[in-house]
């Protein structure tokens, strides 16, 4: 079987179509066109991207990379300052690096580090307390990290696809 991108075996299959008159030929051409599909071999994802999940020490972001383990990925990359505490069994699967969302050399470093394709931006400061306490700690975290996070992808791998999760806040 040959490589093939989808897109390009359709466009293929279309003009074909177009440029065949008989029923019975365009019938052919559809069957052929199902094992066209079948034959075609997409890649394994989860054997080279490279996914950086932000707040991977967090609840979510601990499941998330539970997750992303389960279904084969191997290449997972946890971001945390780990100040609500720390999960040694991160180490067996992912690679740590250690840094504050609040401060743009942590996220330049880490991103540099590596070619990333995916990031999953869940590292925030969630507890009301802290927020009472110190709002300014609370906006770094949430609203600056996020910023910084942004600013650092931009320079350092622009093509990388980002999801973010937002807290009750």
Request: a positive charge.
């Amino acid at each position: 079987t040959q490589l093939c991108k989808p897109h390009e075996s359709n466009k293929i299959m279309w003009e074909l179509h177009n440029s065949i008159n008989s029923k019975k030929d365009k019938d052919e051409l559809l069957l052929a066109q199902k094992e066209i599909r079948r034959s075609i071999k997409h890649p394994d994802l989860s054997s080279f991207m490279k996914i950086l999940i932000t707040g991977g020490a967090g609840f979510i972001g601990f499941n998330c990379a539970l997750i992303l383990k389960e279904r084969g990925y191997k290449n997972i990359h946890i971001f945390d300052n780990f100040e609500k505490g720390y999960r040694p069994d991160l180490e067996n699967f992912t690679t740590i690096h250690r840094g504050d969302l609040s401060k743009s050399e942590d996220l330049t470093k880490c991103l540099s580090s590596e070619s990333f394709d995916g990031i999953l931006h869940f590292g925030a400061q969630t507890a009301v307390t802290t927020s009472i306490k110190d709002p300014r700690r609370d906006f770094e975290t949430n609203a600056l990290g996020t910023f910084n996070l942004l600013e650092s992808v931009r320079k350092t791998c622009p093509k990388a696809k980002i999801i973010y999760s937002s807290s009750n806040k």
